[in-house]
């Protein structure tokens, strides 16, 4: 699987809910949107198998699964699909169930009571690597992001081999960290959407980071977000 489709081709979306019916509610919708739905699944044993066979660009995952917490099923895929973005469809605003699917390695949360067209963009967004939340969802995770930051992470001290950012990386790395989205990054530094994306892409492979959370957390450990 690439990071997000490549040019020209519908991403490769995979939609697991226990509810038959909306679960093919929503892939007819994500279809109808040019989506390609190259699977579903309505339990988190059968979600790990199919995904793993169909290397889906995103998944839309509810948490509530039979056979395995969609959180483990998160986590799981994510670690084992290099470039799968996560985004959690789910009926819950709790806030203890958007930050588990943060830390599973979920790129973004939507309520179930989300608009069909706020769904689609959301979707298109995940795949492009933006984070997405629910308004008000937002500042409850960058404040996780900030709580992470001041407990004691695993030694790795920077030093001559600490790798070195551009200056436009660092700059792009500081607004991410000040909970910025993608798209307000690029009108801020009057650069493209894409261009924002691999300025991230690179920093994280840089930094040897795997999402958001870390690179966050990685900012703000050296005061990037003041």
Known sequence: MTDGAAAGEPLRVMVVDDHPMWRDAVARDLGEAGFRVVA?????????????????????????????????????????????????????????????????????????SASTE??????????????VFTPGLAGLVLGEYRRLASEPAPSAPDGPRAPRLTDREREVLRLVAKG?????????????????????????????????????????????DT
């Not at 706020?118 to 984070?131: F, H, I, M, W």
């Not at 910025?180 to 991230?200: C, W």
């Open 118 to 131: 706020e769904l689609t963009d959301a979707v298109r967004r995940t795949g492009a690597g933006e984070p």
């Open 180 to 224: 910025l989205s993608y798209k307000q990054i690029a009108e801020r530094l009057v650069i493209s959407h894409r261009t924002v994306q691999n300025h991230v892409q690179n920093t994280l492979g840089k930094l040897q980071l795997h999402n958001r959370v870390e690179l966050v957390r990685y900012a703000i450990e050296r005061g990037l």
């Open 40 to 112: 579903t699944a309505g339990d988190g044993e059968q979600a790990v198998r199919r995904a793993l066979a169909a290397a889906p660009d995103v998944l839309v995952l509810d948490l509530n699964l039979p056979a395995k917490p969609g959180v483990l099923v998160c986590g799981e895929l994510v670690a084992a699909l290099p470039g799968l973005r996560v985004l959690v469809l789910s009926a819950s605003g709790e806030h203890a169930d958007v930050l588990e699917a943060v830390k599973s390695g979920a790129t973004g949360y939507l309520l179930k």
